[in-house]
């Protein structure tokens, strides 16, 4: 009989070439802005041909995408997000108050996680390249998709003011949770995130409760 191929250690260093380069992008992107990073550069900083980067992880728009999900998720784990404790606390929320706050306290976890990232890709005036503008496409497609979920789970449980409706609600959750509302209060008017965190908690018991 064949003895099986055992592939782990293979698997295993592609995860580990993998996690170097979005590491290596990560922080050229931070340093010298997304249209300076090239893939030469990136895979130069990695330690790996540009063949090899493109192998792992794709063309340059896919690298930032995978740096983005990494830096959001905050580790490359193969968890659901909606396994993820921040997440989780959504769903045990006894109160619509409490679910308000938890959902406050997991859009500042985003916003620290990828605001930093974001800033030195998106902000005004920002050099940006044409893969900037499907980037942007996507996750703001993602952020929406997510502010539906979260405003359904809530009128699921709490139910909604008379008179909003649910698509008002997603229009407002997915406006306060934006990076840009992050970006002009902590990055441009100093707010600390616990600010932050207040005044989102804020705003949505006054939109949804």
Not at 50 to 64: C, D, E, F, R, S
Not at 107 to 126: K, N
Not at 203 to 209: F, I, N, W, Y
Request: hydrophobic share 45%; glycine share 6%.
């Amino acid at each position: 009989m064949a003895r099986a191929y055992d592939n782990s250690a293979r698997t295993e260093a592609a995860r580990e070439t993998r996690a170097r380069i979005l590491a290596a992008a990560r922080a050229l992107i931070l340093e010298k802005g997304y249209a300076a990073a090239s893939v030469t550069a990136i895979a130069d900083a990695a330690g790996v041909s540009p063949q090899t980067l493109y192998n792992a992880v794709g063309n340059k728009a896919a690298v930032l995408k995978a740096c983005y999900d990494v830096t959001l998720a905050g580790d490359d784990e193969p968890v659901p997000m909606g396994s993820r404790p921040e997440v989780a606390a959504l769903a045990t929320a006894p109160t619509a108050s409490d679910w308000v706050r938890a959902y406050a306290r997991w859009s500042r976890v985003v916003a620290e996680r990828v605001g930093e990232l974001l800033e030195a890709v998106i902000a005004p005036g920002t050099p940006t390249d044409a893969g900037v503008a499907d980037f942007v496409a996507t996750i703001e497609r993602e952020r929406r998709i997510g502010s539906t979920r979260a405003v359904a789970a809530f009128r699921d449980r709490f139910g909604l003011p008379d008179g909003l409706t649910e698509q008002r609600a997603v229009d407002v959750v997915w406006t306060l949770n934006s990076p840009e509302v992050h970006g002009r209060l902590v990055h441009r008017c100093g707010w600390t995130h616990d600010q932050y965190e207040d005044w989102l908690a804020g705003q949505l018991a006054a939109s949804l409760t």
